[in-house]
């Protein structure tokens, strides 16, 4: 009956070594690196001026303030891209919060972090190494 229809191949998403979807594909990756990037930059140089008298100081506070805003909006992002591991989780809250203090962003914090992240959500063994770690074995993960 239908033998003129043709069937449309779906182009499917990137997919780990297991086959499942991976979490975080290539373009997110690189787009919310350059976002971290930046906002490291930023404090980075607004830090390097903190011995300068009042605009350091001012500069320092500005910076820290710009790197929690942009963690906070971070930590949604994972939260709405379904990020539930205790391991990610914390590595992402504890690389944003040392990133906002003032001397302590001049590192990348922030940016480990978030490979960490995406190390550990596109990874299929490592979910499952965090999953156990977090206890919460057997609806997420199927052996």
């Given at each position: 009956?239908?033998?003129?229809?043709?069937?449309?191949?779906?182009?499917?998403?990137?997919?780990?070594?297991?086959?499942?979807?991976?979490?975080?594909?290539?373009?997110?990756?690189?787009?919310?690196?350059?976002?971290?990037?930046?906002?490291?930059?930023?404090?980075?140089?607004?830090?390097?001026?903190?011995?300068?008298?009042?605009?350091?100081?001012?500069?320092?506070?500005?910076?820290?303030?710009?790197?929690?805003?942009?963690?906070?909006?971070?930590?949604?992002?994972?939260?709405?891209?379904?990020?539930?591991?205790?391991?990610?989780?914390?590595?992402?809250?504890?690389?944003?919060?040392?990133n906002s203090f003032p001397i302590l962003g001049m590192f990348p914090f922030a940016i480990l972090a978030w490979f960490v992240?995406?190390?550990?959500?596109?990874?299929?063994?490592?979910?499952?190494?965090?999953?156990?770690?977090?206890?919460?074995?057997?609806?997420?993960?199927?052996?």
């Amino acid at each position: 009956m239908q033998e003129g229809v043709k069937k449309v191949e779906k182009k499917t998403p990137e997919t780990n070594t297991a086959g499942k979807k991976k979490m975080f594909e290539t373009g997110e990756f690189i787009l919310v690196t350059l976002i971290l990037f930046s906002v490291e930059l930023i404090d980075f140089f607004a830090n390097i001026m903190f011995p300068v008298p009042v605009i350091g100081q001012v500069s320092s506070i500005i910076g820290s303030i710009v790197s929690f805003t942009v963690g906070a909006f971070f930590q949604l992002y994972l939260f709405m891209k379904g990020v539930r591991g205790v391991w990610s989780w914390a590595s992402s809250i504890g690389g944003n919060l040392i990133n906002s203090f003032p001397i302590l962003g001049m590192f990348p914090f922030a940016i480990l972090a978030w490979f960490v992240v995406v190390f550990i959500e596109n990874n299929p063994k490592l979910q499952k190494v965090a999953s156990v770690a977090s206890g919460k074995v057997g609806s997420t993960i199927k052996k």
